[in-house]
């Protein structure tokens, strides 16, 4: 038997009980030693080319000669779906014998919905294919005419997509990262860098190919089953089926303006939270005059020298503003920055780029390292909330990430605007949480853990007292499903909000028993999770590749 280096450390995971595979893997350990496959675990290529690892939390068989490795977390068996059929042999081979169910993509997914331990997995990832159309239709977004549509093949990820607008002279709305793949993406809602002019990524959306829960394929539209049409488009993931192609809408080459930024001052210290809740301040009027942004902000860094700590930095992102509308619309949080009411000395720096093009641009932007254990909790903070008084946005947005890693990050992400909340939407609505419409920016945090105790005190931190801290803000908004939290108990609201009693009734209809089954996704309270480790808050039970028997209730 051959060993394929690319996937071998995979390979040790799913046949480690077969003593023979072990002694040729000690046997030819210098042909893929530890080190490379570190090295390895974190690009995303590896992980989305990989039927059974993630980008996120995957602690089954980690690449580390300390670390345990076993087949316990996988799925027991994955199908390399390459067409319609694959998937539907999948479907309903689940569907006749009740094994739990999961699909991938890429698996870059902080809920966990991608894993599944001891399920069936269908991969998406070789359901490949870009067909753009130019259009004759005089359908506009926001004033802007569409240029035509994208069919886009469910494995496809936007790195590619991006490259094919690219070079076919169109701006397409996608994701962030270039690793994203479009399914998960695109039915949990879909935020990206160009939302503020043309909305959300379900939006975009003219028709989905699926495979329903009963085998069947079927294009879904506005004109054939609207209300699966409605409940795909930002209705979550692998809830009602699973997506084998989606259509969108493109739009002409666009220009504008980006500017790279950072501050750096005391750690954790009142001039650091005072910057935070300044910087907050101005991002309402950032919106409204069309600006995007990504923003990461950190507390405590692990720069040894403690008087530069404390970190803000990003992008902001300015569409079809030149470089001169860009620094003027900037300059009063500038100058408000770097005033005179800080007790600590603040370092700053701005980096402008002009581009021709959206998509040749956002194609220059560095491999996200992925690899990690954590998770995000979400919360969308509306105009309301950040016109809030200084001291009242600074104490809690304090209280939502204290100092006490280096892995507490507070992101906040400049991705609504005017596009997101005037989206002229096909078939007139879509399920997208409702409060998205209204929202400025995308709150959550971030943490890192290394075991399980690390795991569940920061868990319990950031469910508990995190994102109640951002939610205090704005208690009547709610949260973006494909970065939130899965052990949320209030997820059906927070999560899904009015849209809930007609996207489960949709379920049931569709996925009468259960054939897609995850969490945080619409339905998964109709089935209990037992039997999970008793090291776990039974919330974890069932998220990701924690284990526990799934049963109807």
Not at 125 to 145: D, E, P, V, W
Not at 271 to 293: D, I, K, N, Q
Request: with cysteine; aromatic share 10%; glycine share 10%.
């Amino acid at each position: 038997m051959q060993i394929d280096c690319q996937h071998h450390w995979l390979a040790l995971c799913v046949r480690l009980a077969e003593p023979e595979y072990l002694s040729q893997w000690a046997a030819n350990s210098r042909i893929c030693p530890r080190s490379t496959l570190k090295t390895r675990w974190t690009d995303y290529r590896y992980h989305s080319g990989n039927p059974f690892t993630t980008d996120y939390n995957d602690d089954t068989c980690l690449p580390d000669a300390s670390a345990p490795c076993s087949s316990a977390g996988y799925p027991a068996y994955a199908i390399e779906a390459t067409n319609a059929a694959d998937v539907q042999a999948g479907v309903r081979f689940a569907a006749k014998t009740g094994v739990r169910l999961i699909v991938k993509g890429t698996g870059h997914d902080y809920p966990g919905r991608s894993k599944g331990p001891g399920s069936l997995e269908i991969w998406t990832h070789r359901l490949t294919g870009l067909t753009f159309s130019a259009s004759t239709s005089k359908r506009a977004t926001n004033g802007i005419q569409s240029t035509g549509t994208l069919k886009i093949a469910a494995g496809m990820q936007w790195g590619d997509i991006y490259k094919y607008a690219s070079q076919n002279k169109f701006t397409v709305v996608g994701g962030a990262n270039l690793d994203v793949g479009v399914g998960g993406w695109i039915l949990g809602g879909g935020h990206g860098p160009v939302s503020s002019v043309y909305g959300m990524g379900a939006d975009q959306v003219l028709e989905l190919e699926v495979v329903t829960a009963d085998g069947e394929y079927r294009k879904v539209n506005e004109g054939s089953y609207p209300d699966l049409f409605w409940a795909l488009r930002g209705g979550g993931g692998s809830t009602y089926a699973v997506m084998l192609s989606v259509t969108v809408k493109t739009y002409p080459s666009i220009p504008g303006t980006s500017m790279s930024f950072s501050y750096s001052t005391a750690a954790a210290s009142d001039t650091y939270w005072s910057l935070t809740a300044r910087f907050h301040s101005y991002l309402p009027t950032l919106s409204e005059a069309g600006a995007m942004g990504y923003f990461y902000f950190t507390p405590k860094t692990s720069n040894p020298d403690p008087s530069i700590g404390g970190t803000v930095g990003g992008i902001f992102i300015f569409p079809q503003k030149t470089r001169q509308q860009a620094s003027q619309l900037l300059s009063p949080l500038q100058r408000d920055l770097n005033g005179s009411w800080a007790v600590d000395s603040i370092r700053s720096s701005f980096t402008p780029r002009d581009f021709d093009d959206f998509s040749t641009f956002w194609l220059t932007n560095p491999d996200e390292q992925v690899g990690f254990d954590g998770r995000l909790g979400s919360w969308l903070l509306d105009n309301a909330a950040l016109n809030s008084s200084l001291s009242t946005l600074q104490t809690q947005l304090k209280k939502s990430t204290p100092p006490t890693s280096t892995y507490n990050i507070l992101i906040s992400h400049l991705v609504s605007g005017s596009g997101v909340q005037n989206a002229q939407i096909p078939g007139g609505s879509n399920a997208v949480l409702p409060v998205w419409r209204k929202a400025c920016v995308h709150a959550g945090r971030i943490w890192s853990p290394l075991s399980v105790t690390e795991k569940a005190a920061a868990t319990t931190e950031l469910r508990d007292s995190g994102v109640p801290a951002l939610k205090q803000l704005a208690p009547r908004m709610g949260a973006y499903l494909s970065e939130s939290d899965p052990s949320n108990p209030n997820w059906q609201q927070e999560y899904y909000g009015s849209n809930y009693p007609r996207l489960l009734a949709i379920k049931k209809q569709w996925d009468p028993n259960g054939v897609f089954w995850c969490k945080p996704c619409v339905g998964n309270e109709l089935w209990d999770v037992v039997d999970g480790p008793s090291n776990e808050n039974k919330l974890e039970w069932g998220v990701g590749q924690t284990p526990g028997r799934i049963c109807r209730k």
